[in-house]
Nanobody
Framework: QVQLVESGGGLVQPGGSLRLSCTASRNIFSSYSTGWYRQSPGKQRELVARISSGGSTNYADSVKGRFTISRDNAKNTLYLQMNTLKPEDTAVYYC?????????WGQGTQVTVSS
């Protein structure tokens, strides 16, 4: 079992930046795939970015070039740096990890992009 806790969401103007953090109750990031998903009202949860245990990353087309996923294994923390934010990035962002066949989710953090 692992607990994931996100932080760093908030209100930002279009074009601005935010950095989300996800702290795990134990070190999983160097051993398992982890990432970030988001969900807007009325829409399905969608993948934003993922990082494998080996460090390979992949991104949704809508965020490529603007968002960067990274991790600090020593701090058991996963990050999502979000730049050039757009109103359509508004959503609840969830930290995710998979251990063997079990998915783990954080409680979510709200990101609102609005002027």
């Amino acid at each position: 079992q692992v607990q994931l806790v996100e932080s760093g969401g908030g209100l930002v103007q279009p074009g601005g930046s935010l950095r989300l953090s996800c702290t795990a109750s134990r070190n999983i990031f160097s051993s398992y795939s982890t990432g970030w998903y988001r969900q807007s009202p009325g829409k399905q949860r969608e993948l934003v970015a993922r990082i494998s245990s080996g460090g390979s990353t992949n991104y949704a087309d809508s965020v490529k070039g603007r968002f960067t996923i990274s991790r600090d294994n020593a701090k058991n923390t996963l990050y999502l740096q979000m730049n050039t934010l757009k109103p359509e990035d508004t959503a609840v962002y969830y930290c995710w990890g998979v251990i063997r066949t079990t998915d783990y989710w954080g409680q979510g953090t709200q990101v609102t992009v609005s002027s």
